[in-house]
T-cell receptor
């Protein structure tokens, strides 16, 4: 069935370093790939997204790249700050019998001051 | 813009009782709302998708008679957990999207349900 894998499950970086989280998806018909940040006890917050007709998108310190051939996409956070510490989820918009978003298992990012 | 609220933020109920969770889109009309359940240290699992004025579509394994969803207006959807049991304790999150063709989902802050 439809599946989104995400790696690593945990990531610890020094403040100021970069963080990279990678995801793969199974449905080649997927065409929308959002990334969410979830802080403890809160709902997910959309931080960046990319559509299948674009290979890369950047918003300040955050960027996402997409390789449709390989069916993988990545989140890049540069100049990390302690407030970037959270759980990050990738997701893929999959067309099955109806449209739905499949979430990856999440990456717990810790930025060490 | 695109703010989604949930009420209550936390609720504790006894086994066998029912509890209702509200999800509201505050500054936009949400033709589609989604309900997710999240267990500790796990990802979000879609429970059901609801379109305003029609019956919800439930994911496989989700009991529609236990998790009643009503999407009576373009700004309000409710999830009622009936005859709650301790295993229903979880973090319930709703999200809303503008139109059926729009992919972006905006999430509420979540509701922590504890069944004793």
């Amino acid at each position: 069935g439809e599946n989104v894998e995400q790696h690593p499950s945990t990531l610890s970086v020094q403040e100021g370093d970069s963080a990279v989280i990678k995801c793969t998806y199974s449905d080649s018909a997927s065409n929308y790939f959002p990334w969410y940040k979830q802080e403890l006890g809160k709902g997910p917050q959309l931080i960046i997204d990319i559509r299948s007709n674009v290979g890369e998108k950047k918003d300040q310190r955050i960027a996402v790249t997409l390789n449709k051939t390989a069916k993988h996409f990545s989140l890049h956070i540069t100049e990390t700050q302690p407030e970037d510490s959270a759980v990050y989820f990738c997701a893929a918009f999959m067309k099955t019998s109806y449209d739905k978003v499949i979430f990856g298992p999440g990456t717990s990012l810790s930025v060490i001051p | 813009g695109a703010v989604v609220s949930q009420h209550p933020s936390r609720v504790i109920c006894k086994s066998g009782t029912s509890v209702k969770i509200e999800c509201r889109s505050l500054d936009f009309q949400a033709t589609t709302m989604f309900w997710y359940r999240q267990f500790p240290k796990q990802s979000l699992m879609l429970m059901a998708t609801s379109n305003e004025g029609s019956k919800a579509t439930y994911e496989q394994g989700v009991e529609k008679d236990k998790f009643l969803i009503n999407h009576a207006s373009l700004t309000l959807s409710t999830l009622t957990v009936t005859s709650a049991h301790p295993e229903d304790s979880s973090f319930y999150i709703c999200s809303a999207s503008f139109t059926g063709g729009s992919y972006e989902q905006y999430f509420g802050p979540g509701t922590r349900l504890t069944v004793t």
